[in-house]
């Protein structure tokens, strides 16, 4: 039995190593079988390549040539010289140097320089553009001086001798942000009715983009697939780039398109028949190591996924909280070696929270990937960026080289954060803080940093918006003075008996009479004295008190306005009131409390919260509002996006000119027009910030409906208003009598 056993076991034995074998010299076969076609596939898609390298670089030159000689049908021509030197004709110019041009040449952009090398004239796409001597580029003007010195070596000696071509200068260059081929050639008389002398050559500069037509005119006439611009390195697979560089060797960009593989496609063609006879040879091989494959790759792939799952963000695919923790970490202990400096930037969006409750949270979600991808792009490979929840990204800046590195890319983040963000139908607007710590001046502990960058950002929110700081031990000092003054707001707001009201009469320009008031916050602080509005209303507003302040301003104005005989009351209301469902209910409570006619109301809304698109609860309220009688009054006009449009669509009853348009500096015309704009749509007009005797006199002259600032009188108190009002009303009876 001993022995048998020993023969079984060299029997498998001498199996397994035919098997192994025979496994050995099929796999040896098939290799050496696969590699022989797959070297001739390679090389017949080389040749292939070689041979579109060369149809797109004839491409190329073709049209560098043809643009010249699409110049020669207009600028060898007794015409041209006579519209363009002598007597300047912009309509002969347009349609015979700038549409034709466009039209029969396909040209994208031409100008037209005189003698002194002035723009004269500008197309662009086809249309007369406004000329603007900035749109003539360095690398164009570079082009026209060559040719000026061409002509002063003779070259146009040379060409009415007919020894030559008339002289141009031809180079590839980015125009308008976009790689162009650029050609430039003097405008001469074809006979000799018409003279001109040497260097008194006006220029036709011809513009044809490469990133336009001329990759379709590539794929439909040379058969490039997918022919295309890239200005970057970036090639998808499958495609061949052909490189763009200037007469300097500059590279300018690459000619990209899909490239047309031959030996790829025979090689897909075969491989099924390939596969199948090995497959038959070798199937049960081939299932086993399969089978083992397929588990260790299920291992480690679930393996990888959950470690990916646990380190980023599900939304965006971003690096979370603790991955960025961790990094932090490595870097801080890096550079503890290194000696490097470091930044943390903690970003955070502001108005998110209006637009997930106004246009819900799938737009939210929406505006959150692609905020995601600007700030990737806008940092590149600079740094390492995570979303750390909500609407808070932190970015991660290792071995800053000097200042203005942090400062270039924190205003990088900005801009890429300046546009609206549109979804279907619907748009918004949202604006960007940044807060930045580094270290090791700032510590190196990773909690630390992150509070104090945490604290830079709420010094950024602060200052409204669009803005980043860079943590300063001072801005802890100031944090802690906020929070206690946002505390003491409280207590004011449950008290009621340090919160006044103060009122600015607002004169009638026709008779000088007090036709209505505006009605101002003012806080008589225990210990402080009086504290502006500028200093506690953000913080009402960002801790949630404004709807408690604006409901007791609304509610003390209508109370003291009531009885008063005045056109009407102004009270201010902050777009977050808007935006608070309920607000419209909460405006005519009040009025039926106080027993006030709600046309008597004017409620001054600041033009950027009306112009706020997003914000449809706002324009609800409003129509609700207007419908009702209140007026609606549009602050602080000329300091947002004013337009005649803006003021039709917002359907308000007055303007008020801001007072920087009175300054000494500005011009007395816009107030003017901003008057005769208002009027023309039925619109009264307030002019806030009068201060001399002058500017009332010219605000009378002009039209303006009504004036008020510190010349006519100053915000005076509830009693102090009502004596002046009823002074007002004695002479105007004691008149009425005499």
Request: aromatic content about 8%.
């Amino acid at each position: 039995m001993s022995a048998q056993g020993d023969g079984d076991a060299a029997v498998l034995k001498r199996m397994h190593r035919l098997t192994l074998a025979a496994a050995l010299t099929t796999l040896a076969a098939a290799a050496l079988l696969m590699t022989s076609v797959e070297w001739s596939a390679h090389r017949s898609d080389d040749i292939s390549k070689s041979r579109q390298m060369r149809m797109a670089a004839s491409a190329l030159d073709r049209e560098i040539q043809k643009i010249p000689y699409d110049q020669e049908s207009v600028a060898i021509w007794d015409d041209s010289v006579n519209n363009v030197r002598n007597v300047f004709n912009a309509n002969w110019v347009d349609v015979n140097l700038g549409v034709w041009m466009s039209t029969y040449f396909k040209h994208d952009r031409a100008y037209v320089l005189d003698s002194g090398d002035r723009l004269l004239y500008e197309m662009s796409d086809g249309k007369s553009a406004k000329a603007n001597a900035k749109d003539l580029t360095p690398e164009i003007m570079k082009l026209v001086r060559d040719l000026r010195q061409q002509i002063s070596d003779g070259a146009l000696d040379r060409f009415q001798k007919g020894d030559t071509r008339i002289p141009r200068s031809v180079d590839i260059a980015y125009v308008d942000t976009h790689p162009s081929i650029v050609s430039v050639m003097p405008l001469v008389p074809h006979s000799d009715a018409v003279s001109q002398a040497r260097g008194s050559e006006a220029l036709l500069i011809s513009v044809r983009y490469l990133d336009t037509s001329f990759p379709t005119n590539l794929e439909a006439k040379y058969l490039l697939s997918g022919a295309r611009f890239s200005n970057a390195n970036e090639l998808k697979p499958g495609e061949t780039a052909y490189p763009v560089v200037s007469r300097d060797k500059i590279r300018i960009g690459n000619l990209v398109w899909k490239s047309e593989l031959p030996g790829r496609s025979i090689l897909h063609e075969i491989m099924p028949f390939l596969a199948l006879g090995l497959g038959a040879i070798s199937v049960a091989m081939f299932f086993v190591i399969r089978r083992l494959r397929n588990t260790c790759a299920d291992l480690v792939a679930g393996e990888e996924h959950a470690r990916h799952l646990a380190l980023h963000d599900a939304l965006t695919g971003l690096p979370n909280r603790a991955f960025f923790i961790e990094k932090l970490n490595a870097a801080l202990s890096d550079q503890s070696a290194n000696n490097g400096t470091l930044a943390v930037l903690f970003l955070d969006l502001d108005r998110f929270k209006q637009v997930n409750d106004t246009l819900g949270h799938a737009v939210g979600d929406e505006l959150i990937v692609y905020f995601a991808e600007k700030f990737g792009e806008a940092i590149s490979n600079n740094g390492f960026i995570a979303r750390m929840g909500g609407d808070e990204f932190a970015i991660l800046k290792t071995n800053l080289s000097s200042a203005d590195d942090l400062v270039d890319i924190c205003e990088r983040l900005l801009r890429s954060a300046s546009e609206s963000f549109e979804t279907l139908d619907k748009r918004a607007m949202v604006g960007l803080s940044i807060g930045v710590t580094m270290a090791p001046q700032d510590g190196r502990d990773p909690s630390e940093l992150l509070r104090k960058a945490d604290i830079a950002l709420y010094q950024a929110k602060l200052r409204g918006g669009q803005k980043y700081q860079i943590f300063s031990e001072d801005m802890s000092k100031q944090l802690v003075e906020r929070q206690k003054l946002e505390a003491e707001l409280r207590c004011a707001l449950d008290k009621g008996n340090e919160l006044e009201l103060y009122f600015q009469p607002v004169y009638a320009s026709s008779d000088l009479r007090i036709a209505s008031v505006e009605s101002l916050i003012r806080w008589n602080h225990p210990s402080r004295g009086l504290v502006s509005p500028f200093d506690f209303i953000a913080i009402a507003e960002e801790a949630g008190l404004i709807g408690r302040l604006g409901e007791w301003v609304l509610r003390e104005a209508c109370r003291a306005a009531k009885d008063w005989r005045l056109d009407t009351v102004a009270v201010n209301v902050s777009p977050l009131q808007l935006s608070q469902p309920g607000f419209p209910e909460m405006v005519f409570d009040i009025l039926l409390e106080v027993g006030m006619s709600p046309r008597k109301l004017e409620l001054e809304i600041t033009e950027t919260a009306l112009l706020d698109s997003s914000n449809a609860t706002s324009k609800k309220a409003l129509n609700v509002l207007r419908k009702a009688g209140v007026r609606i009054a549009l602050d602080d006009f000329g300091t947002g996006y004013s337009s005649l449009n803006n003021l039709i669509a917002l359907q308000v009853d007055c303007v008020k000119i801001d007072r920087s348009f009175l300054q000494p500096s500005s011009s007395r015309s816009v107030i003017w027009a901003i008057i005769n704009m208002a009027h023309a749509i039925g619109l009264t007009v307030t002019a806030e910030g009068v201060e001399t005797e002058d500017q009332k006199e010219f605000l009378i002259a002009v039209g303006c409906d009504h004036m008020q600032g510190y010349f006519l009188s100053k915000p005076i108190t509830e009693a102090s208003f009502g004596a002046l009002l009823g002074d007002q009303c004695s002479k105007a009876g004691d008149a009425a009598a005499a």
